[in-house]
């Protein structure tokens, strides 16, 4: 099946600060979506982005589907952007079901 | 209201019995799909269904069960609980395939 890798694993940062994650998958895809989950283990729909380049307030994504990965762009960091950043993906044809990758942490700290 | 609800959230049980967790949508959504999340792990597919008459196997069934007892209502059975099914299960649906998926708030399962 299709190989979801997210980068870094983990990452820590100050307030105000910004950060790039990466989303690298190994075929095409129908979908790709990234979802926030807090600490309270809510995941939270970011963007559904199997191509282009959208914008949500400080965040924003791309997705370059031809070289198959996307990056997700935090601006401004805030404490309450801390918690695990998920991309999942589901490959071409028929197989709708998404697959994720294992996550990056993010912590910001005041 | 939540669009995608699941009840129990939180659930203690024993080595050996059977539990259900229950999963209902307000989308009018077809698709509907139970992951786990193991800690330190993304989330892993258990099981899904395209409508109410077609039920699939996820990469990780084994120990478990399903049923979709309407459009809006997805079962997952845990037939005899162990240890190791102690996780952090989730509901999802899709109206489509090229459509975002929404999860439902999750269910916290320990097994004694």
């Known amino acids: 099946g299709i190989q979801v890798e997210q980068s870094p694993p983990d990452l820590i940062l100050q307030e105000g600060a910004n950060s790039t994650l990466r989303c690298n998958f190994s075929?095409?895809?129908?979908?790709l979506q990234w979802f926030h989950q807090n600490p309270w283990g809510q995941l939270i729909n970011l963007f559904y982005?199997?191509?282009g380049t959208k914008q949500n307030g400080r965040l924003s994504a791309t997705t370059v589907a031809t070289e198959r990965y996307s990056l997700l762009y935090i601006s401004s960091s805030q404490t309450t952007d801390s918690g695990v950043y998920f991309c999942?993906?589901?490959?071409?044809?028929?197989?709708?079901?998404?697959?994720f990758g294992k996550g990056t942490l993010l912590t910001v700290n005041p | 209201d939540a669009d995608v609800t699941q009840t129990p959230r939180n659930r203690i049980t024993k080595t050996g019995k059977r539990i259900m967790l229950e999963c209902s949508q307000t989308k009018g959504h077809d698709r509907m799909y139970w992951y786990r999340q193991d800690p330190g792990l993304g989330l892993r597919l258990i099981y899904y269904s395209f409508d109410v008459k077609d039920i699939n196997k996820g990469e990780i069934s084994d120990g478990y069960s399903v049923s979709r007892q309407a459009q809006a209502k997805f079962s997952l059975s845990l037939e005899s609980a162990i240890p190791n099914q102690t996780a952090l299960y989730f509901c999802?649906?899709?109206?489509?395939?090229?459509?975002?998926?929404?999860f439902g708030p999750g269910t916290r399962l320990l097994v004694l």
């Open positions: 075929d095409s895809v129908n979908n």
């Open positions: 999942a993906v589901d490959s071409g044809g028929s197989n709708y079901k998404l697959t």
């Open positions: 982005i199997p191509s």
């Open positions: 999802a649906t899709r109206k489509g395939g090229k459509e975002t998926q929404y």
